[in-house]
């Protein structure tokens, strides 16, 4: 297998939406460089876009350092309660945060070292928008503005959110920017129904750093469906995460039927919730280890590739 990528074979890599599961693509990554593949074009829907972004800045190890530190209190700093329609991120904290450890707030995709797009969805029509050009930063923005979670972002007479509504793994993006191989990461292929069937008292854990925003919140809604424990319906923060699987899993088997990518990846975050952005360490070793068991089907789907090419590969 050649230590670099042949010239000839561009290399797409299409990073899926997935919140705080999006960790795993920082291990993906960097366990694909240990094998000698680097891409030539990032594409990337919501937390995709921001460890593309990275990627293609050349600023990934400073992002992994900085999410290894993050403690729940951490995150949840990154939180604003209150009433009106900013949504529940601290976006100002926010944009600090990718200016210090993601990307220059100046800096714009042209001047990246590799091909680089995101995805964000037209609130009014409901189309597919990417960004290819112009501030990094607006990209990431827009392309995360989860709803309810993010404001909407405004931009050319629009409001932008999350792109995951409509293509929640880009590989369409990825085609277009130039990959005759696209690698797809699929974050939320075993989540399913995760959320339902944990006991009470596991989901109380697992959301641990949102106690303090959502305690108040969980108690007055008991109050207006009393029960047994068992009948009590699922929580606020479970039912969100819940429909964002299901929305994103349904689209993800969707637009892959119609435009597959050559190598799927799925690595298996169920244990980590929606918003457990301090479980990164977890997190980028799964895509790590997703990558050594994918890593027979990469080498046969690149060598694959370089042989239709009807080309050599570069000897070791």
Not at 93 to 114: A, C, P, W
Not at 218 to 237: D, I, V
């Amino acid at each position: 297998m050649s230590k670099s990528n042949p010239d000839h074979v561009r290399i797409g890599l299409a990073l899926g939406g997935g919140a705080a599961r999006g960790w795993a693509h920082i291990g993906i990554i960097q366990a694909l460089e240990d094998m000698g593949l680097r891409p030539d074009v990032i594409a990337g829907c919501s937390i995709g876009s921001i460890v593309g972004a990275a990627q293609a800045a050349g600023n990934l190890q400073r992002l992994k350092e900085w999410v290894l530190s993050l403690r729940r209190r951490d995150v949840a700093t990154f939180f604003d309660i209150g009433w009106g329609n900013k949504g529940l991120i601290d976006t100002e904290r926010l944009q600090k945060f990718l200016h210090e450890h993601v990307v220059d707030q100046d800096t714009v995709i042209e001047s990246l070292d590799m091909r680089y797009g995101s995805v964000a969805t037209d609130l009014g029509n409901g189309r597919e928008i990417w960004f290819t050009e112009g501030p990094v930063m607006r990209s990431i923005m827009t392309s995360i503005a989860l709803p309810g979670l993010f404001a909407p972002v405004r931009y050319n007479n629009r409001w932008l959110v999350d792109g995951g509504l409509v293509n929640p793994v880009p590989v369409s993006l990825c085609h277009a920017l130039g990959a005759e191989v696209v690698i797809a990461v699929n974050l939320n292929a075993d989540i399913l129904g995760k959320h339902l069937n944990l006991r009470k008292d596991d989901i109380a854990a697992s959301s641990g750093f949102m106690d303090g925003i959502l305690g108040t919140i969980k108690s007055y809604s008991a109050n207006f469906f009393p029960g047994s424990r068992e009948e009590s319906p699922p929580g606020m923060l479970d039912v969100l995460a819940s429909t964002v699987n299901i929305t994103q899993d349904r689209i993800t088997r969707s637009r892959m039927a119609g435009d597959p990518p050559d190598v799927l990846i799925e690595p298996h975050l169920a244990h980590i919730g929606l918003l457990e952005f301090h479980r990164a360490e977890e997190a980028i070793a799964e895509g790590r280890d997703c990558i050594r068991r994918m890593q027979p089907a990469i080498e046969y789907t690149m060598e694959h590739a370089v042989r239709i090419s009807g080309k050599m590969l570069e000897q070791p």
